[in-house]
């Protein structure tokens, strides 16, 4: 008889001991595959969760930058028609005007030549825009009776190397006069009126609306015309220009320190500081909300680090547990088997006993008691396995629910996703030598054992 046919009968007559030491190697080998396999889906849980994390923070930061892109353009916008609203706020004059009389008296005495409004355009200066020559005088309109500020003005003079922007005053055509609200209210003048100014005749082109500055009491000409008119020829009495929103906080002092070395013998006022400092509050709001973004990347970077920390540190202490857990239990497994083993032999003597005095030789005991843990250990790997295999796609489907409802979005966690094919060959390899280890020792007092003593000891 050989040994396979000496393991199968044993097996059939011992079929509780050969169950229970299947169930030691197959409970052994399936917490260490179900462990593999929580290990594998907690490291792509783990990942999942940062890719949504990283993938939420990149969403919150781009809104972020979509809210300060869209403050920045409301600024800008708003800044645009703030200037606009308000008009020319710079004002260049002669350096030997004398701004106490301007201030009281608005009038404008002194004078530099025209040409200066040409080199201003042509030079490369960043803080000021839309520049706009004028002459201007106070004077007494002996024809109606009243008197009046004479403005003479041209159109805008744009610069040579700035994209041509939409002027904020049309040009004042030669022949036409515009007029300001007072002195149309007084003097009871439409469009279409023809009137006479120092013996010239003019004809109302438009009426300005109430503007609450000495504006409504400025008469508007052609700057030609109102140069000849106040023998003026060539001449000019200031420069109106609007200052850009790109200036910094001392936006007067660096408009100097520009204009010094184009047009030397100049100096600048500034008109409307309310709704100046209205734009400068904006372009606050604007920092503020670029330091917020600034902050909340930082806040949001170190948030999701610490998050990885931690995740990687629970796995890191899962991964210890498991592995004490499941080495605690084979050590237990093959301890059981080891005993079920030796417990088998002990009940086997009598049989051991009679194959030896057939001359069955020790070394063939020792193999089939051997080969029989060998057969156990494959059987119950292949069990375990598949045990594992079967728990690990439970596992799988339920974190998968549990992830994705956290973070609204699928997590497709498959059992194949959790299955190492070289490590469950390990795990098949190392049943059947964890058996073998289990029964070496039994294998070996059985075979050395004397018959004859077993056989008198019975009789």
């Known amino acids: 008889m050989s040994v396979w046919q000496i393991i199968i009968k044993e097996i059939s007559h011992r079929k509780l001991n050969f169950c229970l030491s299947l169930l030691a190697v197959a409970v052994a080998v399936g917490f260490l595959t179900g462990a593999l396999s929580?290990?594998?889906?907690?490291?792509?849980?783990?990942?999942?969760l940062q890719d949504q994390q990283q993938a939420e923070f990149t969403r919150k930061i781009e809104l972020k930058e979509q809210e300060v892109q869209q403050a920045g353009a409301e600024l800008q916008d708003a800044v645009r028609k703030i200037t606009k609203g308000l008009g020319f706020n710079i004002l260049i004059l002669p350096e030997n005007q004398d701004l106490n009389q301007l201030h009281l008296e608005g009038e404008l005495s002194e004078t530099f030549p025209e040409e200066y409004v040409t080199r201003l355009a042509e030079s490369k200066i960043v803080t000021i825009n839309h520049l706009l020559p004028m002459v201007s005088e106070k004077l007494n309109w002996e024809e109606q009776g009243m008197e009046i500020i004479l403005t003479g003005t041209r159109g805008e003079v744009p610069f040579l190397h700035r994209v041509s922007k939409k002027p904020l005053q049309d040009q004042v055509p030669a022949g036409q006069m515009v007029i300001g609200h007072q002195i149309q209210q007084q003097l009871k003048?439409?469009?279409?009126?023809?009137?006479?100014?120092?013996?010239?005749?003019?004809?109302?082109?438009?009426?300005?609306?109430?503007?609450?500055?000495?504006?409504?009491?400025?008469?508007?000409?052609?700057?030609?015309?109102?140069?000849?008119?106040?023998?003026?020829?060539?001449?000019?009495?200031?420069?109106?220009a609007l200052e850009c929103n790109c200036a910094t906080l001392d936006r007067v002092t660096e408009i100097r320190e520009e204009l010094a070395s184009v047009l030397p013998g100049t100096k600048i006022i500034e008109r409307g500081p309310p709704a100046l400092a209205r734009a400068e509050a904006r372009n606050k709001a604007k920092q503020t909300a670029e330091e917020s973004l600034a902050r909340?990347?930082?806040?949001?970077?170190?948030?999701?680090?610490?998050?990885?920390?931690?995740?990687?540190?629970?796995?890191?202490?899962?991964?210890?547990?498991?592995?004490?857990?499941?080495?605690?239990?084979?050590?237990?497994?093959?301890?059981?088997?080891?005993?079920?083993?030796?417990?088998?032999?002990?009940?086997?003597?009598n049989e051991i006993a009679i194959l030896r005095a057939f001359g069955v030789r020790s070394y063939q005991i020792l193999t089939t008691i051997i080969g029989r843990n060998i057969l156990i250990g494959i059987l119950g790997a292949f069990a375990g396995i598949l045990l594992g295999i079967v728990a690990g796609s439970f596992?799988?489907?339920?974190?998968?629910?549990?992830?994705?409802?956290?973070?609204?979005?699928?997590?497709n966690l498959q059992s194949s996703d959790?299955?190492?094919?070289?490590?469950?060959?390990?795990?098949?390899?190392?049943?059947?030598?964890?058996?073998?280890?289990?029964?070496?020792?039994?294998?070996?007092?059985?075979?050395?054992?004397d018959p004859a003593s077993i056989l008198q000891s019975e009789n």
Not at 395 to 411: D, F, G, M, N
């Open 296 to 349: 909340e990347k930082i806040m949001g970077e170190a948030l999701l680090a610490d998050e990885q920390g931690n995740r990687k540190q629970r796995e890191q202490q899962l991964s210890f547990f498991t592995t004490m857990m499941v080495a605690f239990i084979i050590i237990c497994a093959t301890m059981w088997l080891g005993l079920l083993t030796y417990n088998n032999v002990r009940q086997r003597r």
């Open 38 to 48: 929580l290990l594998k889906a907690e490291s792509e849980i783990t990942h999942w």
């Open 418 to 449: 959790l299955r190492d094919g070289s490590s469950l060959l390990l795990v098949f390899l190392l049943a059947p030598v964890l058996a073998l280890i289990a029964g070496w020792f039994p294998a070996l007092l059985a075979s050395r054992e």
């Open 395 to 411: 596992y799988a489907e339920w974190s998968s629910v549990q992830a994705s409802a956290a973070y609204e979005a699928p997590l």
């Open 189 to 240: 003048l439409k469009t279409g009126d023809q009137v006479t100014l120092k013996g010239k005749e003019f004809e109302i082109s438009e009426v300005r609306e109430e503007q609450g500055t000495v504006d409504d009491s400025t008469v508007w000409i052609n700057l030609k015309e109102a140069q000849e008119l106040l023998d003026r020829q060539n001449l000019l009495n200031a420069i109106l």
